[in-house]
């Protein structure tokens, strides 16, 4: 399993912006597509976003649309969240994940190697 380390989450005022890093411990980085979840207290862990193993693929939540932007870099073996126009409602626990395939997945049970999240918090 690849171990991850996310960075960059806190507390931020409603329409910031935070760009949440994702740092991964192996060199065969780039064999993985990646994803951001997000768990909310009480609420199910949902996907957030998604990119394919080469960057050239992506996905994103409904509510993600037009505000994140997820992004990777195969060199640093990093991957990225940009969060602008942020919401109260996207308050939550982030968490990055690496799945086994090189294209986009959406369950949770496609990723089989999770950070230990960072928590954002956006005030109203």
């Known amino acids: 399993q690849v171990q991850l380390v996310e960075s960059g989450g806190g507390l931020v005022q409603a329409g910031g912006s935070l760009r949440l890093s994702c740092a991964a411990s192996?060199?065969?980085?780039?064999?993985?597509?990646m994803g951001w979840f997000r768990q909310a207290p009480g609420k199910e862990r949902e996907i957030v976003a998604a990119?394919?193993?080469?960057?050239?693929?992506?996905y994103y939540a409904d509510s993600a649309k037009g505000r994140f932007t997820i992004s990777r870099d195969n060199v640093l073996n990093t991957v990225y969240l940009q969060m602008n126009s942020l919401k109260p409602e996207d308050t939550a626990v982030y968490y990055c994940?690496?799945?086994?395939?090189?294209?986009?997945?959406?369950?949770?049970?496609?990723?089989?190697?999770w950070g230990q999240g960072t928590q954002v918090t956006v005030s109203s």
């Open positions: 994940a690496a799945s086994s395939s090189r294209y986009i997945r959406m369950r949770r049970d496609e990723y089989n190697s």
């Open positions: 192996e060199r065969t980085f780039s064999n993985y597509a």
């Open positions: 990119i394919s193993w080469s960057g050239s693929s992506t």
